[in-house]
């Protein structure tokens, strides 16, 4: 791994974006710092610090939640605006992934920008409709699903936005771990939204596969329309048992994989129902 010859503080998005700019790959910025200690890249020599460039906040604003990218797990965990935003589970999974120490250390944007197929954070906030804003000079806005999708060096995540059209749904979110601050073996987010006992809108996403997160549109197919009860998450387990592309790594095989995605819907219906499976 190559040394780190330069510590730059920016003290505003554009210093951060030219710099960045001028040293091209030879740059990296600094979130939290978890994932350059462990896995940087090796031709990064300077580190740009965004500490000061006033991303650090949680604000209630006209089109939902903003996030600043700098927020860290502990900071979202105690907000009361992230608290009572889609039953809460953002804000209590926020406070239950990984070790304190480091939930300290672990930032939105961060998390984000590395986007490792094991990270907790990122299919969450796809679930939950996130959007994110970013800056490469100006300022632009799109779904946090198309941007890890297409992710572009040299950007700087501003914040990430909880749209207002989800607050009312409730959020859900199933990890499986040998422990609490193991990483998942296998991951399952949803945001489901029902009037009366009748879905209306659903986002299901599975990561750790071992794959990135990946929202599944034929899933949400199954949901919509339906009412809540046992034969309507009994058809689900059977579709993304066939759907969810798992595969086989040194944690787990594909097959065990396979039985995991079906044990997670039966917990989506435990979670959204009340009734035990």
Known sequence: MGRITDYYHAVSLEDAFAKAKQLGSAAAYVGGGVELVLRRNPEVTTLIDL??????????????IEIGSQTTLTTISHSADIGHYAG????W???HIAHNNLRDMITVGGA?????????VVPHLVALGAQVRLFDDAE?????AAYIEAKQSGVIIKNVLLPTDNAGSRGFLWRFTRTQQDISTLHFSALVRFEGNIITAANLVFAGRPGHAALYPRLSEVLIGKPLSHETFARLAEV??????????FRATGEYRRELVRAAV???????TGVAQ
């Open 51 to 64: 500490s000061r460039c006033g991303l650090d906040y949680v604000a209630a604003v006209g089109e939902g």
């Open 88 to 91: 809460g589970s953002l804000a």
């Open 93 to 95: 999974w926020a406070g």
């Open 112 to 120: 984000i920008g590395r986007n490792q197929p094991w990270n907790d």
């Open 140 to 144: 632009r806005i799109m779904p946090l």
């Open 240 to 249: 993304a048992y066939d759907l969810v592309e798992v595969g086989t790594d």
């Open 266 to 272: 039966v917990y989506l219906e435990e979670h959204m």
